[in-house]
């Protein structure tokens, strides 16, 4: 809150000569609001053998000090120092400032301190700072004032505290301050990493991770969350989460498997690159509530190559708003995805326990897995345009001269077998569409739903403008042939991209196999289309190959697309059953 002083004090603030040093160390710290102080991330590397923060904060290169209002708040005036936890005397010194800064000598030591040389309104403020060797080994905490006039200002402003390691290879910005512009929405991280590893699992802690029984202090490609109780009465409770993502990694408690009502902290960047945790309340498929992040403590982050962490103490009540308070079995939500300028966007993964679990019992929770009806999904659209339909295309385009001259129903056999097939390629992929929308019952976001959109829509298109054609001695013919033909094409590259998004959704596997074996499989039927279609052009062009010989080779190529067609669409059936 701003607090109104004396003319004499108004004067000690706002000077900008020595004694304004001595005055800042002396002045109470009131409660504040509406004003922010950032550590920025120096993303340069630290010389070898030199002291390093793990906010990547060294002795030759300096840090990045970030003075933020809101807009609607400005501040005129301000004076900032570092300063060993616990002292009133300035450490380190600062090297550069803005145009309307200047440094000042606090304590005798030059450059220790900076302020400002005008009264212009500001919002932001950066400077730089690096500390000295002797300096090394003391947690170190940035102190600043702000002036908003002559009757308001705000002091003791404080950064998280900063913590002198040996060399680390978690290096994350911190950002935030108690308060930020945010407030009861944000806490304050500590600039040191989280350190989480699966360490204690089902000893002291309940775990949850995708893969399974991951290690996130060894496998980068781990998403883990863990709880341990720290008191009798389960009133506090230590949390850790952390996994790769562009945005944020989040856990949730729920009454059920499905989003909607649950209890979520989200550890995310901010619109400046760092680490925030903050605390929401999901109501479906929309942006979660922000919540004021209550009683929270020893809060740690870290971000490095996409890997965020968050570790905390709450003693905030679980609360689902359907359930009493002496409920204790929630089921834990997972979910990540990306952010844009701090706002999260929708997930683009999430996993769920199989069943509730009580947070006091320490456990390695499992994960429930996929829904049956979306490996049901999956497993429709693989069989649609990775099989049936590929099959449908090699007989329309190559096997028109396999049972030359004989019909069925008054029609062409190849013709016969080409509408069959593709006919339960479209039903498919119409019942696989209807399954996918029935268990999400909204939309997933992302791309894959898109293209399957894409694919459903194109697919139905395709037979209606087939029973729309003209004759086959019709002077426009070749229209529909080439529109059939391309949309075909168009259809078959959609379906491939759409079952690669959908597999990385599903594909849990550290490795990713699933994306690999896929790969394969495309590999696999370019190959043979390709040989196919020599084969085919040869035989027009070749005056002496007999006929059958051609019908031959061609019908040696389909059945070894067959049957490497089917061992790759087995492989990917399975790994679908055991996603």
Known sequence: MAVKVSPKQQQQVLNLAQDVCQAAAKIPTPKHTGTALHILRDTRMCGEGEGLFQSSICRVLPAGVQLQAPPSAPFTGFLLQARAVGGRSPVGSFTRTPVDAQFLSCSHTPNSA??????????????????????????????????????????????????????????????????????????????SSPGIS???????????????????????????MSATVLTSSDAAVHYEICGPSDGYVSVGFSDDQIMGNDDIYICGLDHMGGVQLQHAFSTGRTTPQTLPLGHVSNVSTS???????????????????????????????????????????????????????????PQLVTNAGLPQIIKAHGALMLIAWMSTGSVGMIVA??????????????????????????????????????????????????????????????????????????????????????????NAVVIKALAVAAIFTGLQRVDSSSDQWLIKVMGGFVGWETLLFILLDVNSKCSVSGADASESLKIKAGLLLVLLFCLGNSAFLVALLVGIGMS
């Not at 019909?407 to 569409?433: E, P, Y």
């Not at 054609?469 to 002077?475: A, D, L, T």
Request: proline share 6%.
């Open 114 to 191: 900076v302020s400002h040389t005008s009264d212009s309104a500001k919002t932001s403020v950066t400077v730089t700072w690096r500390t000295t060797r002797s300096d090394e080994t003391k947690p170190i905490q940035f102190h600043a004032s702000f002036v908003q006039s002559f009757t308001t200002f705000w002091v003791g402003v404080t950064s998280p505290t900063l913590n002198f390691t040996g060399p680390s290879t978690s290096t994350g910005p911190s950002t935030g301050t108690g308060p930020s512009t945010s407030g009861a929405n944000t806490v304050p991280p500590t600039a």
């Open 198 to 224: 699966s360490s204690s699992c089902g000893v002291s802690k309940v775990c949850l991770s995708q893969p399974s029984n991951c290690d996130p202090a060894v496998d980068t490609n781990c998403y883990f």
């Open 303 to 361: 971000v490095q190559d996409r890997l965020i962490s968050c570790s905390f103490t709450s003693m905030n009540a679980i609360s689902t708003q359907r359930t009493s308070a002496s409920n204790t079995s929630y089921y834990i939500m997972f979910a990540h995805g990306p952010s844009a300028n701090g706002q999260i966007q929708f997930h683009r993964g999430t996993f769920i326990s199989s069943q509730k679990v009580d947070l006091s019992k």
């Open 397 to 486: 385009r190559y096997l028109k001269g396999v049972a030359k001259g004989r019909s069925l129903w008054g029609k062409d056999i190849w013709f016969v077998v080409h509408v069959a097939v593709m006919c339960v390629t479209v039903a498919a992929t119409v019942i696989a569409f209807i399954l996918s929308f029935s268990s999400v019952k909204g939309w997933s976001g992302g791309a894959h739903p898109v293209l399957g959109c894409l694919v459903m829509i194109l697919s139905l298109l395709q037979p209606m403008v087939a029973l729309l054609r003209c004759g086959p001695q019709h002077p426009l013919r070749f229209l529909f042939n080439w529109s059939h033909v391309l």
